[in-house]
């Protein structure tokens, strides 16, 4: 038996065909060039389940089950998307729509929370019921999954963790509010702060790796600095390390998962990132006496997580 996972980006529609091991077997591709109307974007991932089960070998009639990962607050039980702000979705019937193109059943989920999901099947979190996962990129996404169970809350907006405030009154996020998780633990915050010390630091090395151009600073470079002997850097790298720990910290001591996962292109940095925020975890998580505690990972899956992860939406909605 096989199953299709679609994963609905804000630049690409990525369908792949996948097996009972979890394994992706086939992927088919195409731009998703939002924004533009529901039906054209409904259209072209219809495109790309066809051209993954093309180069699979295979007919949808072999498909199990089809699941999307979609951004946006979704509500499960019908498939749409309530609201979408970067593909300018407003109650889109995305489950009815691709049905209708597809002919099998299609689940949509959160695409946050399919990651998380697919994490949880095959890859960092795979053998637990408890699992969360962080992603650390252009904001702070993340996915919880609760005796085996996606977290969404009662309108499909839950397992915004990335906006849980932790400073009162701090930074802007994008969200409208101030001082969130996100302003100071995403890729995008890192490089913000990465960007200030080297304008109040005209004599940090960051200045030589970047040639001079702040518009080359990227996730990496505080990093880089910090392994070249940099003290700036170090100093950039330590808040930030701090930043990341404190929200991910308010996380284990709300859910005391079995596993939390932290993914995304900062992930990378392995344990030069995961060392210092296990050892603060161990300090501070509020079960840190009891028999079982929580286990920090880096996720593994990458950007395959939300395929697998929506392929099985299916094994938790259908029942």
């Not at 749409?80 to 049905?99: G, R």
């Not at 940099?230 to 910290?249: F, P, Q, S």
């Amino acid at each position: 038996m096989f199953y299709l996972g679609i994963d609905l980006g804000g630049t690409n529609i990525v369908a792949g065909v996948v097996d009972e091991k979890f394994n992706i077997l086939a992927k088919g591709k195409v731009k998703t060039n939002s924004p533009r109307p529901a039906e054209q974007i409904v259209d072209d991932m219809a495109t790309a389940a066809k051209i993954a089960l093309e180069n699979a070998g295979i007919e949808i009639s072999d498909i199990k089950y089809c699941g999307v990962g979609s951004p946006g607050s979704i509500d499960a039980e019908t498939g749409t998307v309530l609201t979408a702000n970067n593909l300018k979705f407003d109650m889109v019937p995305l489950k009815q729509m691709l049905e209708s193109r597809l002919n099998c059943d299609v689940f949509v989920a959160n695409d946050a929370n399919a990651a998380a999901f697919g994490e949880m099947l095959a890859g960092a979190g795979k053998g637990t019921n408890n699992f969360v996962a962080i992603t650390l990129g252009t904001g702070v996404g993340g996915g919880v999954i609760i005796d085996n169970k996606i977290l969404t809350g009662c309108n499909g907006a839950g397992g915004e963790l990335g906006h849980t405030v932790i400073t009162v009154d701090g930074e802007q996020c994008s969200c409208g509010r101030k001082g969130c998780w996100e302003a100071y633990a995403s890729a995008t915050a890192l490089v913000g702060q990465t960007k200030d010390a080297m304008l109040n630091n005209p004599d940090t090395k960051l200045w030589e790796l970047v040639g001079g151009k702040l518009d080359n600073v990227s996730g990496r470079t505080s990093f880089d600095g910090m392994r070249a002997g940099d003290k700036t850097a170090k100093a950039i790298v330590d808040n930030y390390v701090k930043y990341v720990a404190v929200g991910l910290i308010n996380m284990v001591n709300v859910f005391q998962p079995e596993v939390i996962c932290i993914g995304g292109g900062i992930s990378n940095e392995g344990e030069t990132l995961i060392g210092p925020i296990r050892e603060m975890l161990l300090q501070q998580d509020y079960a840190k006496n009891n028999k079982k505690s929580v286990v920090l990972k880096v996720a593994q899956l990458g950007n395959d997580a939300g395929v697998i992860g929506a392929a099985f939406l299916g094994e938790l909605y259908s029942k």
